[in-house]
């Protein structure tokens, strides 16, 4: 009878896997890889099935990480944990007894219940040895000093040796008689031989005059053959010049079809935009104001363009330098939030003269930048980014409460944790595009934040993965500016991302590559400032009006600027003397 393995009740011992398994799948109670998975309602904390279910019954009624209230009823299957643990490849529960077998861990209770190495015991009285059950019949019947030998009857033998005495004398008489047969039957089929042969002798001699004659035919046929074939090739040499010449014409109109195609499709892109008049083209029409950033000593620094006069000017400058922070614009009040090293948020009262940056009176829970913020019917979402404090990105989107104290309440975790990404509030959602994922690197996902329900969903991935792109929303569309891609390449590209379809539509892309700009929309107009490319810090602007075919450089900024953050400026009060 097979012996059972050993029951574990907790996980399984991480030796066991062919390949390291993630720390993030191992039970924080018996800390091996996690077997029979089950984790809490809320935060999603997992553990074995047989750790927490003794831990409820010994300790108390709360999770051991987050100290919800948990009973075993409650307990959640992670179907996502299970399905990635039951694919693990793990070493058999007879390995120590030889068995070489890696398996699925969904496949493990199967494999063990019928493996060859399991355990057995001899079933010879007086035996019990302990055998693998693929050996058990070789020790049974032929190794172990208590098995049972078969006695043998030896007058039944002689018996049986007698009968196999008679069965060969008639065999024989049978064999004799087969012979004389066969003897007689050769002599008739030679007789009958021989009177085909002669028969055959007289056909041959005619078979070879006619065959003689045929040869003769096929060398005078052959002889013309040859000739025509010279023909043939000859006419086949001309063909294939006309084939190659044919070929060539025809890539010759591929390539121009493509590009007709190419230039169809851009004109049909632009025929859905709206066309802009001829005297507005490429003009902002409203004041931008940027902040922040680094670059050429400019951390502080802040600038006003004046759409009245088509120049920049340069501000009060902030308390603080804000790289890779956010800003938005919230009860006629800018706010500038935190930055690398920085916990601080400054705001700056639009309606207020002279301008003056000010600091809140309280500071973020912990320092992070390049994360996003975005002002949803009052509420301010604040998106992802990197915490400086626990040197980790974050996977969170959190409601930002300009309370005392200033909190960040958690509303929703994201799939992946990401910054450097974009987001634009759209209808009732909020898209957020691209980023960074610490393990996995670029990525591609947009995802729909929905604020009402708390949830997010995939939506159709982006043409490839981004970061550290502009992004602006126009109409119903996202449009995406620059950045990098997945090999670090600085881009120029510009196209749209349709946030209710996901389709792509391409824009004439930017006069210069840069990544970490900041870009805004005024009306119909898209203004791009700043940045970096593989050169230098830049203080380049460049625009774009909607409907149009090519951008269009606008004076530059007196400083170069990079992570900086830029808003519309919503009123129409200040004057060209409150800049200077």
Not at 21 to 33: A, L, P
């Amino acid at each position: 009878m097979a012996c059972c393995p050993t029951e574990k009740n907790y996980g399984y011992d991480d030796s066991r896997f062919e390949n390291d398994v993630d720390q993030h799948f191992h039970c924080s109670i018996c800390y091996n890889v996690l077997k029979e998975p089950r984790m809490c309602r809320n935060n999603e904390h997992v553990f074995c099935l047989a750790c927490i279910s003794e831990h409820l019954k010994v300790n108390s009624q709360t999770c051991p990480e987050c100290n919800e209230h948990l009973s075993v009823d409650t307990l959640r299957r992670p179907r996502l944990v299970n399905n990635y643990l039951s694919k693990l490849k793990i070493n058999c529960d007879y390995a120590s007894r030889g068995c070489p077998e890696f398996t699925c861990v969904a496949d493990l209770q199967t494999h063990v219940a019928n493996c060859e190495f399991a355990p057995v015991f001899c079933s010879n009285e007086n035996c019990g040895m302990e055998i693998n059950k693929q050996d058990q019949v070789h020790h049974e019947t032929e190794i172990c000093e208590y098995r049972k030998v078969r006695s043998y009857d030896y007058g039944q033998i002689q018996e049986d040796i007698g009968t196999v005495k008679g069965s060969l004398i008639a065999f024989d008489g049978e064999v004799e008689a087969m012979e004389k047969e066969m003897e007689k039957n050769m002599e008739i089929n030679y007789v009958a031989m021989k009177r085909i042969v002669g028969k055959l002798e007289g056909s041959l001699e005619g078979m070879n005059k006619r065959i003689h004659e045929k040869v003769e035919a096929s060398k005078k046929s052959y002889k013309e053959m040859k000739h025509d074939q010279h023909e043939v090739k000859k006419e086949m040499r001309t063909m294939k010049e006309n084939l190659s010449n044919m070929n060539k014409d025809v890539d010759e109109f591929k390539v121009m079809m493509s590009l007709m195609l190419e230039k169809l499709n851009m004109l049909e892109s632009r025929n859905k935009l709206p066309f802009p008049s001829v005297g507005m083209l490429n003009t902002p029409k409203e004041d931008i104001l940027i902040a922040g950033g680094s670059g050429c000593d400019s951390g502080c620094s802040a600038e006003i363009f004046f759409c009245e006069t088509n120049g920049w000017y340069e501000v009060a400058a902030m308390n603080e330098r804000h790289e890779g922070a956010s800003s938005f614009i919230y009860n006629d009040q800018l706010f500038v939030v935190g930055g690398k090293h920085s916990k601080t948020i400054e705001t700056l009262n639009l309606d207020e003269l002279p301008l003056k940056w000010m600091e809140f009176s309280d500071e973020l829970p912990y320092a992070g930048d390049d994360h996003s913020t975005v002002v949803y019917q009052q509420r301010v979402i604040h998106i992802g980014g990197y915490n400086r404090d626990e040197c980790k990105t974050s996977n969170l989107i959190s409601e930002l409460q300009l309370t005392s104290p200033c909190t960040l309440k958690e509303l929703c975790q994201m799939p992946q944790p990401r910054d450097c990404q974009g987001a634009e509030p759209f209808e009732d959602k909020v898209l957020v595009l691209g980023g960074v994922h610490d393990k996995r690197g670029i990525l591609d996902s947009v995802l729909e934040f929905d604020p009402k329900k708390n949830v997010c969903k995939e939506l159709p991935s982006l043409p490839h993965p981004m970061k550290e792109m502009a992004t602006v929303r126009w109409r119903d569309q996202v449009v995406v500016l620059g950045g990098r891609d997945k090999d670090d390449q600085v881009l120029n590209d510009v196209f749209m991302y349709d946030c209710k379809t996901g389709q792509i539509t391409a824009l004439p892309s930017m006069l210069k590559k840069r990544y970490k700009c900041c870009a805004v929309i005024t009306g119909n107009t898209i203004v791009v400032m700043g940045g970096e490319n593989d050169d230098d810090y830049l203080s380049s602007v460049e625009c774009f009006t909607m409907g149009g075919c090519t951008w269009k450089y606008l004076p530059s900024m007196n400083n170069s600027k990079c992570e900086a953050v830029a808003e519309v400026l919503p009123s129409t009060r200040l004057r060209k003397s409150v800049y200077v």
